[in-house]
């Protein structure tokens, strides 16, 4: 499958494991059943199938495995300047590691342009004093800096400078699946149509199905409504890979690791066994 994804082109002194949980499709399947089940009612028979792995990842979406990362490195100014100084009327989201922030870059170049004016990028800055928060860049760059596909967010670019940890993403304007779904005061029914459900579940099973079917599988284990993002014609991508790990390889047949994911979306045969 290429060099990519076996060598790390950053390395701010982690260690990558080669463990990890695999969960099974039944399980993928039960998430896509719930989901469009969550605001719509019984499904009417069938369901949502993934394709079986095959050594061509192309046949989930016309994905690749990049030769070599094509990531843009910035300095910390660069980023800075990019959102007025980390301007907290920037901050898009906010979580137990960071915060993400809304930024303008050129669209050519991808470099820092004047505030407001260029393309869109949204700027994850992680909390350099967290272990967790390290190790969750080096993954997002050891994975998404090599992996492409229609249905997982793209990285940029990132920042490793004096302990600050950034990493730079395509924005994704209509927001989480998890807030069009659940945001206080809004109905989903008004938002989402049964088409639009069915098109984002879809989006995202073949997201999913290009890492499952790679030569050197991929476990994204933290697969949620808060982890797909949409763009302007909801077109999702899944996004977030902190917590991912590679699957099976070799003779073995399965891993074991420590479970790790979202109560309400893990399998719960990996809850129970931790395979």
Known sequence: M????????????????RTAATPSTPAVLLFFS???????????GGGIGLSARSSSASQSGHGEIL????LKVYSFLDLSNATRGFSPDTILGEGGFGSVYKGWIDETTLAEPLF?????????KLNPQSQQGLQEWQSEVDFLGCLSHPNLVKLLGYCFEDQELLLVYEFMEGGSLENHLFRPGGSATDTLSWDLRLKIATDSARGLAFLHTLDEQVIFRDFKASNILLDGSYNAKISDFGIAKFGPYGENTHVTTRVMGTPGYTAPEYIATGE
């Open 34 to 44: 719930r989901f469009l089940n969550l605001f719509s009612g019984t499904l009417n």
């Open 67 to 70: 030769a070599e990362p094509n």
């Open 2 to 17: 290429g060099n990519c994804l076996r060598s790390q082109s950053v390395d701010p002194n982690t260690n990558r494991s």
């Open 116 to 124: 407001r004016s260029g393309m869109n990028v949204a700027i994850k």
